[in-house]
T-cell receptor, first 113, second 111 residues
Framework: DTEVTQTPKHLVMGMTNKKSLKCEQH?????MYWYKQKAKKPPELMFV???????INESVPSRFSPECPNSSLLNLHLHALQPEDSALYLC????????????FGQGTRLTVV | SQQGEEDPQALSIQEGENATMNCSYK?????LQWYRQNSGRGLVHLIL?????REKHSGRLRVTLDTSKKSSSLLITASRAADTASYFC???????????FGAGTRLFVKA
């Protein structure tokens, strides 16, 4: 199984809503990532988890709250988002410590209204 | 912050022609990877080249890496309409597993 599964595929939320994005992999990868991608731009790294611990936070606003409950799951909790947060949110996983390629999910297309 | 820059930003070619994309980066790397993305969906990993390698092949893909110039190129030979996509280089720094993407090249292959 070489898949990273993200749910939901699409999400529309109001600025006062609380929602969560979910990501799951069963490849035994111990590094997991959240990226944000705006239209016609490259993915921008948000968070990195290594062995279920937050290793990198790229100065992301606190309205984005990541969580890694176990080695297969990664969540991104969203609260009080702004319209400019609308983007494609991509989850990825890889072997840790520079072990190789990152496998990406298909992303969640988020629209904040 | 993104450290890679790609050239050209967009490339339009006829089916059967070769496509070459270039990537430059700024800091020392552990490896460099190339990804393809169709229509703003997930990224598909194409090829990984480690910092101690100079060239790698996979099917119609050929990647070169010049660490002295901090640059890489991706060559797609005998292109097909299905190759139409955005192509990104991504570098993993020597510090660990932080993968940073370049700006990308949008490739259009006309049938």
């Amino acid at each position: 199984d070489t898949e990273v599964t993200q749910t939901p595929k699409h999400l529309v939320m109001g600025m006062t809503n609380k929602k969560s994005l979910k990501c799951e992999q069963h490849m035994g990868h111990r590094a997991m990532y959240w990226y944000k991608q705006k239209a016609k731009k490259p993915p921008e790294l948000m968070f990195v988890y290594s062995y279920e611990k937050l290793s990198i936070n790229e100065s992301v606003p606190s309205r984005f709250s990541p969580e890694c409950p176990n080695s297969s799951l990664l969540n991104l909790h969203l609260h009080a988002l702004q319209p400019e947060d609308s983007a494609l949110y991509l989850c990825a996983s890889s072997l840790p410590l520079g072990g190789g390629e990152a496998f990406f999910g298909q992303g969640t297309r988020l629209t904040v209204v | 912050s993104q450290q890679g820059e790609e050239d050209p930003q967009a490339l339009s070619i006829q089916e059967g022609e070769n496509a070459t994309m270039n990537c430059s980066y700024k800091t020392s790397i552990n490896n460099l990877q190339w990804y393809r993305q169709n229509s703003g969906r997930g990224l598909v990993h194409l090829i990984l080249i480690r910092s101690n390698e100079r060239e790698k092949h996979s099917g119609r893909l050929r990647v070169t890496l010049d660490t002295s110039k901090k640059s890489s190129s991706l060559l797609i030979t005998a292109s097909r309409a299905a190759d139409t996509a955005s192509y990104f280089c991504a570098t993993m720094g020597t510090g660990g597993f932080k993968t940073i993407f370049g700006a990308g090249t949008r490739l259009f292959v006309k049938a």
